[in-house]
């Protein structure tokens, strides 16, 4: 702890001014953490988005091989 004397006011300083740079690097630190995270929410949303649309596609392909099964059978074999 430091005592600074100026005029009639004694002034003590301590690691205070350290702190409060340290927790104002902390916080924007902590901004630049939530940007990220928010960005790989977004990948992740999109992805089982991207994941959901190609599983219907994939069901939607299998119910018309279920359903023509016979009449592609059929074609391959030459009949």
């Known amino acids: 702890m430091e005592k600074h004397e100026t005029g009639s ?3 003590l300083t301590t690691g ?3 702190t409060e740079s340290a927790v104002s690097k902390l ?3 902590m901004t630049s953490v ?3 995270t ?5 990948w992740k949303l999109m992805g089982l988005g991207a ?11 299998a119910s018309l091989v279920t359903a023509y099964w016979s009449d592609i059978w ?4 030459g009949r």
């Open 38 to 42: 928010a960005e790989v929410t977004r």
């Open 9 to 11: 006011r004694v002034t």
């Open 51 to 61: 994941l959901g649309v190609t599983g219907m596609a994939a069901a939607a392909l």
């Open 34 to 36: 939530k940007e990220v």
């Open 74 to 77: 059929r074609v391959l074999r």
């Open 16 to 18: 205070a001014h350290r």
């Open 27 to 29: 916080n924007a630190d």
